[in-house]
């Protein structure tokens, strides 16, 4: 409450934040969690937690009157559509050049995306982190990581039958006869539960359209994982609707950090000040550096170095669809959850997720999401006449990775004689150029922290979530925003409690 005094404050229940939490809970360390988003335990008059792709509702989105789907036409019509203002779970944060996607909600990322559990190659970790021993995160944080995080696989031979994975089949068969290499993709949802979905034995979620504005069933999120386990320690609280505004110097040491309460239309009820010994800015890529950048302008945290806003990327995501034949069918019934990649990335600097577009009906689509290898980065920066934090990306970067993404597409078009699809992402527009699910970095490990995520000039603050990484993980990101804090946070309780 008002005027506490606390160990530790968490800001953000993501990955980062979880991680936190969880390991310094278990050294024995009380830690205050404070999460700008709602808790997501309770269904709606309609039994669901959560909304599915498909039927958007007042939980889908953060703080908007209007719908914004990443597919957002449908054969040339625009889908999006009203909805009341409210604290939903998709946040689709609008930059001048790009629109971030992020989950808001105790659990953070890991309500909304995919579960894509991807560890990079191990050769290419070096451009990754190129500050951090490769040796201990492969021997010791990355296993630690998924091993936490539930990572599992699909099972190879309930694949080659299953009828909500015709689209991955199809998307295998259309890579491997262009003689790209195709691979399955590790994620956290249960397995288990979802051939028990295919049965008809329990309720769908993954095969009823749930992903992206959350899902009620299968999916290991971080309230299951990570979260349950630092709440079963006794010794985390977590705070929801509760947004952090400032982090300043307190005069008798620690930190004031300033909140304000919100409900769940958006308005603020209460504003209060809590004093902390320690905090961890885990806001996520675009929340801790929006904060780090207002908080050093502004005068709270004036000794932050130059590095912070810097470094940030987009993961080089860029969607596309291609239009099949009539007996390249993908299917009326698609699981949300990919399961399977075409990794172009050393000839071609792209790994394509083949994603699944659940509209119920057979579309003969084939989506993709690619994370490729730009080198296009981006900085925050503090806009004081407007009050708020900008963004430097400009859409027209996105040309890098829609170049490398058509080093696969348009050889697998060439060779099916197929076309782009042009009425997924507006009207005749062949490439979503328009967000990221993937924001990383902003204050960079080694550069605006030293090299364990502790900030420059402030003894007792530390950044330990997606900002930490400049820009590009190669793949899927949270495995490495887990391990990475893993790491971090390892070294901190040894050396810093
Ligand atoms: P994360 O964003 O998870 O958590 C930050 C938390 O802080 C949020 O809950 C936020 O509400 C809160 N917060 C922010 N500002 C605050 C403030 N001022 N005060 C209080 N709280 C505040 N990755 C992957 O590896 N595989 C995948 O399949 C996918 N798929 C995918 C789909 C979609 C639709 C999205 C949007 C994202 C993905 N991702 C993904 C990305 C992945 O979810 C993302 O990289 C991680 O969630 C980032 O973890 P962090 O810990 O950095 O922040």
Request: glycine share 12%.
């Amino acid at each position: 409450g008002d005027g506490a005094s606390v160990p530790v404050l968490v800001i953000g229940t993501g990955y980062g934040g979880a991680v936190a939490a969880l390991r310094l809970a278990q050294a024995g360390v009380p830690v205050e969690m404070v999460e700008m988003g709602m808790s997501w335990d309770t269904p709606g008059s309609d039994g669901r937690i959560f909304p599915k792709v498909t039927s958007p509702d007042h939980r889908a989105y953060w703080l908007r009157t209007r719908t914004k789907a990443p597919v957002s036409n449908f054969f040339g019509f625009p889908i999006d559509k009203d909805v009341p203002r409210f604290t939903g779970v998709l946040d689709a944060e609008e930059f001048a050049g790009i629109t971030v996607y992020q989950g808001r909600g105790v659990g953070g990322g890991s309500l909304v995306n995919g579960g894509m559990a991807v560890t990079p190659k191990r050769e290419r970790f070096g451009s990754i982190l190129p500050s951090v021993d490769a040796a201990e995160m492969y021997d010791t944080y990355y296993p630690r990581a998924n091993a936490a995080l539930g990572v599992g696989s699909i099972d190879p031979v309930w694949f080659e039958t299953a009828p909500c994975y015709q689209y991955a089949r199809v998307g295998r068969k259309h890579a491997q006869r262009s003689g790209f290499a195709w691979t399955f993709v590790p994620d956290i949802y249960d397995w288990d539960y979802m051939k028990a979905e295919q049965a008809g034995t329990v309720t769908r979620s993954a095969l009823d359209g749930q992903v992206m504005y959350g899902n009620d069933a299968g999916k290991k999120s971080l309230v299951r994982t990570y979260l349950s386990q630092a709440l079963a320690t006794g010794r985390v609280n977590i705070t929801p609707l509760h947004r952090v505004t400032t982090v300043s110097p307190a005069p008798g040491g620690g930190y004031v950090v300033r909140m304000e309460q919100i409900n769940t239309a958006g308005d603020v009820v209460a504003t209060k000040n809590v004093t902390a010994g320690k905090v961890f800015f885990a806001a996520g890529s675009v929340g801790t550096s929006k904060l780090l950048v207002k908080l050093k302008a502004t005068g709270s945290l004036p000794l932050l170095n130059s590095e912070v806003g810097k470094g940030w990327g987009d993961n080089g995501n860029v969607m596309c669809g291609r239009a099949n034949h009539m007996w390249d069918a993908t299917g009326t019934l698609q699981s949300t959850i990919p399961c399977s990649g075409i990794d172009n990335w050393a000839a071609g600097g792209a790994f394509a997720e083949v994603a699944p577009l659940p509209t119920g009906i057979e579309t003969y689509a084939s989506l993709y999401l690619s994370i490729t290898n730009t080198s296009k980065r981006a900085e925050f920066s503090w806009n004081a006449a407007a009050n708020r934090v900008d963004l430097s990306w400009q859409t027209a970067w996105k040309q890098d990775s829609i170049t490398m993404a058509k080093t696969i597409f348009d050889k697998i078009n060439s060779k099916e004689g197929t076309i782009y699809r042009t009425d997924l992402f507006g009207v005749y527009k062949q490439w979503q150029d328009g967000l990221t699910y993937h924001p990383l970095g902003g204050a960079v490990l080694n550069k605006a922290t030293d090299n364990y995520g502790r900030l420059q000039g402030y003894p007792g603050l530390y950044v330990i979530d997606g900002a930490l990484i400049p820009g590009n993980t190669t793949v899927n990101p949270f495995v490495t925003i887990t391990a990475l804090a893993e790491r971090n946070i390892e070294r901190i309780v040894a050396a810093d409690l």
